[in-house]
């Protein structure tokens, strides 16, 4: 985030790699820092926020659509109509 000539808080464009592409092109570390990819990616979305280990501990949860909670849907969606005015 920056504060424009407006003085209006912006926030800055990010050219983002594709992880994945990436990782089918090297096998091994990349050429110009010398990390892994996982390491790479780990470095670039979380910074110095959490630790490769840290990130490892991490467990994500999918949740369908059929699992989500209707109640919690309708109050999302009422606080978003209401944000939108």
Do not use: C, H, W
């Not at 990349?30 to 990819?37: A, D, H, K, N, R």
């Amino acid at each position: 985030m920056y504060t424009g000539a407006d003085g209006l808080l912006k926030q800055a464009q990010a050219i983002m790699p594709d992880f994945d592409d990436l990782e089918d092109y090297y096998g091994g570390p990349l050429p110009l820092t010398g990390l892994s990819v996982e390491d790479t990616y780990n470095s670039f979305m979380f910074g110095n926020y959490l630790s490769n280990d840290e990130i490892e501990d991490i467990e994500v949860e999918i949740i369908d659509d059929e699992n989500i909670n209707p109640e919690l849907v309708a109050n999302t969606d009422q606080r978003a109509a209401g944000l939108k005015k």
